[in-house]
């Protein structure tokens, strides 16, 4: 009966039709882009599948002739399977972001903040600094907090000198909390700061420094952040360095 309606109503089909094909439209994007990230990846994985499968077969060749050859390849070996094993695993993360249901509770960002600040103490050589004090609780996802935190902790660490300093900030404003994350290393060009958050890609210094990587953190961590409804920006940090500063809003219905 109300189907009958809507197609007696030109105006209402029209509008219909309308929709229909915005929706039809994004779905062609979804799939455009789906294949364009298997075809990225797979890319990605064929470079350490033909390193692996070059020395190999060296060591097959001239193994018997010449075992010194032996070390030297099976070290190499091992960092490119260290390397597709990294690339398997973001690329598992980043299939699950979208999929786990994100519950949201009230905590403390203080407590959140201290507790990743310590976890990451241990794995990095750098001192992490935590300046700013709020006493405000937020509504968010912890997890996802948490890893965002990580992944910009670890990176600030990973682009910056052994005996340099990361800044943990945090800033309060009516309806958010702001959370920076500076460091005093390689800093990142305004070229490569239009990229850094796109799938695989890595900047020129990432890439000429050869400090590993799979240009996939970021991507992981902006998507995360939209799932909590923070708006994640990078700034440079003076007089050195890279800002990275997180908007996170106290309440849910707060969108930036
Ligand atoms: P990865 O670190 O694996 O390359 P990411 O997605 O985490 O991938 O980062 C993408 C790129 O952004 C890096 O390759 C690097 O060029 C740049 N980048 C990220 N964080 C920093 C930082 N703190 N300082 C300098 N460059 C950074």
Known sequence: QSNLTVADNPKEVHDLTIEFNKLLNELNENIKRDRQFISDASHELRTPIAGIKGNVKLIQRRAAEHPEVIPESLKYIETESDKMQRLIESLLALSKVDKVE??????????????????????????????????????????????????????????????????????????????????????ISDEDKAHIFDRFYRGKEARDTKIEGTGLGLAITSRMAKLIYANLEVTDNTPQGTKFMLLLPKHISEKF
């Open 102 to 187: 994100l519950e949201f509770k009230e905590v403390p960002i203080l407590a959140i903040i201290n507790e990743t600040v310590d976890l990451m103490r241990q794995q990095v050589t750098q001192p992490i600094k935590v300046e700013g004090i709020t006493t405000s609780n937020v509504v968010t996802n912890v997890n996802n907090l948490q890893q965002i935190l990580v992944t910009l902790i670890d990176n600030a660490q990973k682009y910056s000198p052994k005996n340099s300093t990361i800044t943990v900030q945090q800033v309060e404003t009516a309806n958010a909390i702001i959370i920076t994350i500076a460091d005093q290393g390689l800093g």
